[in-house]
């Protein structure tokens, strides 16, 4: 298993390179003299702009361009905002939090739900139940993210009033210093009455928009991995021993069928930040992804450029980890190779 | 290898493996199958619908999508108490939103098709590619897959519409670019699976060439799985599109693209709200009828991933 482990581990070091050499790409191809983008003024004298060049490290050949590049992501170093003229690592750590926050919570909803409606569908097989709840997951996952979350917002902000419609907590109310960048944590930290609550409230809506298609993934996922765990002579032989019901369905099918719905969880991660980027632009929620889009159009290529690398980071991070704890919990896969 | 190939021979001659896909299946065994199947078969009826919206646009539709009512801005749809005049309603510039749904309907199934069509040449050529060659090329096309696949999609599409600019087209090939290893994959995972097939082996005996050995012999046997991937793959290319729409980093304005409709509709979210409403309506029917057509697809050709 160990080795198992390793192996994996060292074959994500050319995806990491493969990455780092996209966006240095990416950046060079951009429409525009990045010094001209960066002095943003023209009859700059040769002189000024020969400085500029030799300052951004451009008169240097290409690939040590890429190897100067390489060596100060490894030093943590992923560039400086255009806009605000701070290092992009620093505003992506400020504003990380709240997408993992809202990331979270979308997750836990999708499992708490999808988890045992798919369960329920597959001993309920061919009943109204099973029909109606595969309806609802083939919507799910035809659903426009963006469109889902304003038509809630139509419904529970504008018309019902039971939601607010935008942000993470009430700042007009509420305000106290951020420690952790939750705003759960630092609501319940701050002992004002009723912060957290608030910051419940704001945090519902868009999770269970950005948790709708993981809900609707994990429900089918669940089932079917189910169909096929009831069908084992492990269960047969449960069943024959006399348990109940409960036990043999919640407990032994239910253990085993998870295996590989836990496998899907983290391979969404990728789809759960790409759901955020939309999710956060429609509730004016303050994280990674509104910051990536308005990125793009304030033109401030060096965070885009840093945002992707290091969400992209984060992606394959989480997806090795995923891989390693599949591999413990299944012993069967590390086997195979 | 002539032991290897000896051994492969004899065990043939006991037992015969059948081709499950040697000839493409024919149409009326095809039909059976996915007739069962009432979801697909009301699926493809719906998609057929939008089919026909999509290629009669100019007939059905009672406007032109982009031209102006300025007499009847924002005019409430039938059911809201307006005219019969626009049925659906108007949008904020005054333009019919029925015309504009009809019309939406050309724009996704172009975007989604043309991506399919995209990505799945690339796939037939750099997966076929990867299983023939394997060593050197197959780990460069596995890398540059891998890479790929492990960025989150709307991400990496949103990087290729920042550098080469929003538009239509290029929301074509960004959203390409995005879902091409998904077809890389499959192809190059079920060419290596067939290559090592005994049939393959007696082409290779009988002095076939490589061009003729991946594409007419190996390739259509490994057709099946990917004809049920690019029929799911056309409608996430929707769904991304409408999203890059909504962002403002897809199709540009006055093109009556789904979700370019809804950006534009936000402001009128407490005003308007069929404004809002109807376009995501068109998406959400319109995927979930491929995607309902797609898994009767899935029943039909491909019986190993059957749904149980």
């Known amino acids: ?337 | 290898m002539p032991g290897k190939d000896g051994a492969d021979l004899a065990s043939t001659t006991a037992l015969p493996e059948p081709l499950v896909f040697a000839q493409p299946p024919d149409f009326a065994a095809f039909w059976s199958i996915f007739r069962e199947n009432r979801g697909a078969v009301f699926g493809l009826i719906v998609l057929s619908l939008v089919v026909l919206c999509a290629i009669f646009a100019s007939f059905i539709a009672p406007y032109s999508p982009v031209e102006q009512f300025r007499d009847a801005i924002r005019a409430p749809p039938v059911w809201a108490g307006g005219a019969w005049k626009f049925v659906f309603g108007t949008d904020g510039l005054g333009r019919d939103i029925l015309s504009r749904l009809i019309y939406g309907a050309r724009i996704s199934l172009f975007i989604g098709l043309s991506v399919m069509g995209l990505s799945s040449l690339i796939g037939v050529a750099l997966g076929l590619s990867a299983a023939y060659f394997g060593g050197g090329v197959d780990i460069a096309i596995s890398r540059l897959t891998d890479v790929i696949w492990a960025l989150p999609s709307l991400v990496l599409a949103i990087l290729i519409i920042a550098i080469i600019g929003p538009s239509l087209f290029n929301t074509i090939i960004a959203i390409t670019i995005v879902y091409m290893p998904s077809f890389v994959r499959l192809m190059r995972a079920s060419a290596m699976a067939e290559l090592s097939k005994d049939y393959v082996t007696a082409a290779r005996a009988v002095g076939v060439g490589p061009l003729r050995l991946m594409l007419s012999t190996v390739l259509p046997n490994c057709l099946a799985p990917y004809i049920v991937q690019a029929a799911i793959g056309v409608s996430s290319a929707i769904l991304e599109a409408a999203g890059l729409g909504f962002l403002g980093l897809g199709a540009q304005p006055p093109t009556p693209e789904w979700g370019a409709m809804l950006a534009d509709a936000r402001e009128f979210i407490r005003s308007d709200p069929w404004i809002v409403t109807l376009p995501g309506l068109a998406i959400v029917v319109t995927v979930i009828a491929i995607n309902l057509t797609g898994d009767g697809l899935r029943d039909a050709l491909d019986p190993k991933m059957r749904r149980s």
Do not use: C
């Open chain 1, 1 to 337: 298993m160990f080795r198992y482990i390793l192996r994996r581990i060292v074959l994500t070091v050319p995806t990491f390179v493969a990455l780092m050499f996209i966006t240095f790409v990416a950046i060079r191809l951009v429409p525009g003299d990045p010094v001209e983008v960066r002095v943003g003024e023209h009859g700059i004298s040769p002189e000024r702009l020969a400085m500029f060049r030799r300052q951004l490290g451009l008169d240097q050949p290409v690939w040590k361009q890429f190897l100067d590049y390489v060596w100060r992501l490894l030093h943590g170093d992923f560039g400086t905002s255009l806009s605000t003229s701070n290092p992009v690592l620093r505003e992506f750590l400020t504003l990380f939090p709240a997408t993992l926050e809202l990331s979270f919570a979308a997750m836990l909803i999708a499992v708490i739900i999808g988890v045992p409606a798919g369960a329920i569908a597959a001993v309920k097989r061919g009943s109204a139940y099973d029909h109606i709840l595969m309806a609802a997951s083939v919507t799910g996952f035809s659903m426009p993210i963006f469109w889902w979350g304003l038509l809630l917002i139509m419904l529970f902000s504008e018309r019902w009033g039971l939601t607010p419609v935008s942000g993470r907590i009430d700042l007009i109310k509420y305000y106290f210093e951020p420690v952790t960048g939750f705003m759960l944590i630092d609501a319940a930290l701050s002992d004002q009455k009723g912060a957290l609550l608030d910051a419940l409230h704001h945090l519902a809506l868009p999770a269970f928009v950005l948790g709708t298609l993981p809900l609707a993934v994990i429900a089918r996922m669940t089932r079917s991995s189910m169909l096929e765990v009831l069908n084992e002579d492990y269960i047969r032989a449960a069943r024959a021993k006399g348990l109940s019901p409960f036990r043999v369905v919640g407990l032994h099918a239910l253990r085993n069928a998870m295996i590989p719905v836990v496998t899907v969880i983290g391979l969404s991660v990728g789809a759960l930040l790409s759901g955020a980027v939309l999710t956060e632009t429609i509730f004016s929620w303050p994280g990674v992804g509104k910051w990536l889009i308005e990125s793009i159009f304030r033109r401030d290529y060096p965070a885009l450029q840093g945002g992707v690398m290091l969400i992209s980071s984060v992606v394959i991070l989480v997806s090795l980890a995923v891989d390693i704890l599949y591999s413990v919990i299944n012993p069967r896969i590390r086997h195979a190779r």
